[in-house]
Structure formats: structure tokens, C-alpha cells
């Protein structure tokens, strides 16, 4: 006798839905337990049905796993939300609900944790109960500063390689992710020496140049056995751009499309944060503007992580919400960016979702236009996180990086207990299996794929 299944992905938006796009359901394959204690696996037709007979006369199957496969996506596995639903008897019928565990990045500049110049335990062990699925430390890799060379180092006022080691080991046991930064610049006013030694390198580097580098990332990780799952590209500099617009946004994207490939193999997810925007012709300031949502679109291993907390009104619930309306419409859809839910992760600065920035006269000088001070409003286009999570980032499976990680214990407990509580707004209660494959934004797992 047979058994069918149908596959549904309930409480999801039109354009965060996998069955928004064409042949939704190809290359899922799902995992079918018999009564007897038999497993066989199968690929979902492209409607989402699957229908089986065992060899056997069996008196009921269930769905056990679900994974999809795409070739330019993320492979993934689905969460089975009700699993008493995924059962279907002989001869009998059932509808499966899926759904897709959605990345929580934890944005630290330095190495977190330390307390007293020490790695706390104490602290360890509660990120790894917190929900989150990475460690984002933005102050990592760089390249050297000699503009006449590709090759890379640890930030030298950084923590030291063994330090980091340790860090890794310890993140690794508590089965969480770190991810290393490649990152320099602040979007001021003053360029630094440094910056302007980049871009004069960045100038008259050609793709097998930035190619060369990408390899020399590798290698530098590899042979100092740093075993980081992630780097995260943060190039915030009035340096880059500009004048030299459109040359440096071609190079930006073959550096960040060239990690992507050269680093997945290594099982390293890439990303790059950029802003909020809301359309193709939005502009946002400095190097940020030419890192625009296309970069990742037919890629695999490539996210976008936009910075929803900068400028006059990026912390504005309509803001984010436009954002991810224009980077998950098709590009025939009124000239949308393409993406994928799996290539974006929205950062959000959780501890002021509800308050605007204003930048007024410092006091202090009232006589020079030059020094001016940054303050805190309420704002009313704001939005709690839970409403984040629940109505915004879940519908569309989008996934979230908290910004940013106090440096106080009290504070990291504070922010911890917090990330808890929007991984259950975003992800609902914590499966009892584990967890590989998961989240949905992640890298590929088979990097032999085209």
C-alpha cells in the first residue's frame, strides 16, 4: 500500500516562500522511517507531493528529515513543525509542515567573553544555551599595509593567534560558529593612512590579484590553523568609492564573489554588511553604496547583511521592511534585487529599535559647526523585536544579527538572555535533534557543486 505526503511551508510570505519560485520543491529529498524500523530516502516531486510503497507491506511511514539542494542556494534542512502530522498510516494521506531554522549572528568588534582579561566559562556556556548560531568578531583579518601586496595578517593590536585558537576551540564546543571580519575604515570625515594605502593597492588590483588574495586568506588561516567557519567583510571607508565608483564596485564584487567560492570550499560562510537599501536607484554613504544587494544573486555562500541602525532613518521599521520587500522581489518585478531569503541576515542594533539618531551642536563648542554630537530620540517608525521577529524576519525568513555585544558581564548576560528570547520569536522552541544544516543561511556543504 502506499503512503503520501504533502509538503507545505505555513505563516510564510509570498516572497520568502520557497514555493514563490519556480520548481520549488527540486532537489528535496526527504527521509521516511517504516513501522518495521526501515529508513529510505526519496526526492519530493516539484510540487511538494511525495508519494512511496515499500518493497514491504509496511503499517505506517513518517518523514523523519527533509533537505533541499540547490546548486546557487544554500542546502538546508527543514524543520518539521509538528512532527504528529508527518505520519501517515497504510493507504493513508498526510500534510507535513515545514519550516526553515533562520540564522542569529551576535556582533562583537573584539574577541567576547573576556572579563578580567580572561575568557569566562560562565559566559561560554551561556551563548551556547543563547539561540544564536554565530560569533561575528568585525576587528580580525586584514590585508597587510604595503600597497604592493596582497598578503594578509591578524589585526596587530589584536588579540594574539593563540587567543584566538582557544576562542575558536571553546565556541566549536559549545557548537557555535565564529566568524572572522575582514574590516577597516569608519566612514568619517579623516581617511587614514591606511585607507589610502588600500585603495591605492585596490586601484590597480585585477581579478587575479584580488584572486591572489583571496588564496592568501586561505592560506594564512590554514597554515595558522585557525579554523574560522565565516568571514565577514565590514569596508566602511571614504576611500573606496566615489570618484572611482563603479571600477571599485566591480572589484568589491569580484573579491567578495572570488571568497565565496576559493573559502566555501573550505566550508567558510561569506558575507558582507551593507545598508538597508530600499530600491536600485536608493543611495547610502561612502564605500556602503557600491556594496549593493546583486553581489550575492546566482551565487551560493553569499550574504548581504544591511546595517539597520546608520544614518537619519535606517532604524525605521518601514525602512527595514522596504528593504527586504526590494531585496526579495524578482528582477522583473519591478526592478528587484533577486535575492534569496538564505542571502540575507537584516542588522539590527536590538538595544534601540525604538529610539532615532540626532545630531546636534556639541555644547561644548558653540561657536565651530565641525564638533557636533550624536543623541538619542524616541521614534516613533520604530518597532519592538519581537514584532522584528515575528512579523517581519520569520514571514520572510530572514535571518537577524544582533548588534552590538556590551562589554560588561552584566551586559553580555543581559544581551544573551535577550538573543534566547528572539531565536524563540524567530525559530519557535529548540528541536530536539540536532542541528546539521541548519540555519537556512549558511554555507554549502558540498562544494563540488557548480
Known amino acids: 500500500m502506499a503512503f503520501t505526503f504533502q509538503l507545505e511551508e505555513p505563516g510564510t510570505t509570498k516572497l520568502g516562500r520557497e514555493t514563490g519560485r519556480a520548481d520549488p520543491w527540486a532537489d528535496t529529498f526527504a ?48 524543520r518539521i513543525l509538528n512532527p504528529s502530522t508527518a505520519i501517515a498510516k497504510e493507504g493513508g494521506a498526510a500534510t507535513v509542515e515545514l519550516g526553515a531554522r533562520l540564522r542569529q549572528t551576535l556582533i562583537t568588534f573584539n574577541l567576547p567573553f573576556y572579563i578580567d582579561k580572561r575568557l569566562n566559562s560562565e559566559l561560554v556556556e551561556k551563548a551556547g544555551q543563547s539561540g544564536i548560531d554565530d560569533v561575528t568578531c568585525v576587528y580580525g583579518l586584514r590585508k597587510r599595509d604595503n600597497i604592493k601586496s596582497h598578503k594578509v595578517q591578524m589585526l596587530p593590536s589584536g588579540p594574539s593567534i593563540a587567543a584566538w585558537k582557544d576562542f575558536i576551540t ?144 535606517a532604524r525605521d521599521y518601514s525602512v527595514v521592511a522596504n528593504s527586504i520587500d526590494y531585496a526579495l522581489r524578482k528582477t522583473t518585478d519591478n526592478n528587484g534585487a533577486g535575492l534569496h531569503p538564505s542571502q540575507l541576515q537584516m542588522a539590527i542594533w536590538t538595544s534601540v529599535v525604538t529610539k532615532s539618531r ?52 552584566s551586559g553580555i548576560t543581559t544581551m544573551l538572555d535577550a538573543c534566547k528570547q528572539y531565536d524563540e520569536w524567530l525559530n519557535g522552541p529548540a528541536p530536539t535533534h540536532d542541528r546539521s544544516n541548519e540555519p537556512l543561511q549558511s554555507a554549502r556543504n558540498d562544494p563540488t557543486r557548480p
Open 170 to 313: 571553546r565556541m566549536h564546543k559549545q557548537g557555535l560558529e565564529v566568524h572572522v571580519g575582514y574590516s577597516f575604515g569608519s566612514l568619517g570625515k579623516n581617511i587614514s593612512q591606511y585607507e589610502r594605502n588600500y585603495a591605492t593597492w585596490f586601484d590597480a588590483a585585477d581579478d587575479g590579484v584580488l584572486e591572489d588574495h583571496v588564496n592568501d586568506i586561505r592560506d594564512y588561516l590554514q597554515k595558522n590553523d585557525l579554523k574560522f567557519d565565516g568571514l565577514s567583510f565590514d569596508i566602511e571607508s571614504n576611500a573606496i568609492g566615489h570618484s572611482k565608483s563603479q571600477d571599485h564596485q566591480n572589484k568589491l564584487r569580484t573579491l567578495f564573489r572570488k571568497s565565496a567560492k576559493i573559502l566555501g570550499k573550505e566550508g567558510m560562510t561569506i558575507s558582507y554588511f551593507n545598508g538597508p537599501f530600499v530600491s536600485k536607484s536608493d543611495t547610502v554613504t561612502g564605500s556602503i553604496d557600491i556594496q549593493r544587494f546583486d553581489i550575492p544573486v546566482g551565487q551560493a555562500n553569499l550574504l548581504a547583511r544591511p546595517m539597520c541602525y546608520d544614518g537619519v532613518n
Open 358 to 409: 540626532e545630531i546636534v551642536q556639541d555644547p561644548a563648542y558653540p561657536n565651530d559647526k565641525e564638533k557636533t554630537i550624536t543623541k538619542s530620540k524616541p521614534n516613533p517608525r520604530g518597532a519592538s523585536m519581537e514584532k522584528y521577529c515575528k512579523e517581519l524576519l520569520r514571514p520572510n525568513r530572514i535571518g537577524l544579527c544582533v548588534y552590538t555585544l556590551p562589554k560588561t558581564k
Open 31 to 78: 527521509q521516511v522511517a517504516y513501522g518495521s524500523g526501515l529508513h529510505l530516502t526519496y526526492r519530493v516531486d516539484s510540487t511538494g507531493l511525495l508519494r512511496v510503497t515499500p518493497a514491504s507491506r509496511e503499517d505506517c511511514a513518517t518523514i523523519v528529515k527533509v533537505i533541499t539542494e540547490r546548486p546557487h542556494r544554500v542546502p538546508f534542512r527543514w
